[in-house]
């Protein structure tokens, strides 16, 4: 067995997760206040540069992008990588005492699955309100706001309320840790065995 892999009795001692919802949630609340703080340091240079109308020349669909290169790709890259490392964890895991594994073996999961994961949890749902805001700020003073704007609102809701609600049915496995292949399971404390 290579270290990679975890097995009952290993050095991290795994207990299965097993609907364990509001744990799930407080490291996801944790890992927010984190990538809460890279916002408010991108906003900090980016509100000023479109308050001084540095940014009126980009098009709708450019400061889109350019968020999207600068806030949604880095923090999920970041997630990803903290997930694929050795301790397989971000800041709330950590502190929850949470791992994320491969579902199918216990190994920790290559950054390419943790990519998967994190794309799913976060950039999809985030890029999609990012693309609604950008949308319904584009129709200026005409007031009428495209369907396809409340679509994609609404979308960007409901992608993140599902992920929740599947936590608290059958085995709590939301659907970006089925379509990527991982799982989160909880550490036993300190001691126990």
């Known amino acids: 067995m290579t270290s990679d892999n975890i097995a009952p009795g290993d050095e991290l001692d795994l207990v299965p997760v097993a609907r364990e919802p509001l744990n799930r949630i407080a490291a996801w609340a944790v890992d927010w206040c984190c990538i809460i703080v890279w916002v408010a340091i991108t906003a900090a240079v ?3 540069l479109f308050l001084a109308g540095a940014t009126d020349a ?3 669909t450019t400061l889109n992008l350019v968020a999207a290169a600068v806030v949604v790709f880095p923090v999920t890259f970041w997630l990803a990588h903290l997930e694929s490392g050795t301790r397989r964890t971000t800041p709330g895991k950590r502190l929850r005492r949470l791992t994320v594994i491969t579902a199918t073996d216990g190994s ?3 950054l390419r699955r943790a990519l998967l994961r994190n794309t799913l949890k976060i950039a999809v749902p985030w890029l999609i309100g990012h693309a609604a805001v950008y949308a319904i700020a584009g129709t200026g003073d005409s007031g009428a ?3 396809e704007s409340w679509l994609l609102t609404a979308t960007s809701y ?6 929740v609600a599947s936590l608290f049915i059958g085995t709590g496995q939301t659907p970006y840790d089925r379509l990527s292949g991982t799982a989160v399971i909880r550490r036993a404390p300190e001691g126990d065995t």
């Open 145 to 147: 706001v495209p369907i």
């Open 158 to 163: 409901l992608l993140p309320i599902v992920y």
């Open 46 to 48: 980016g509100v000023p």
């Open 108 to 110: 920790r999961p290559t």
């Open 58 to 60: 980009l098009g709708t």
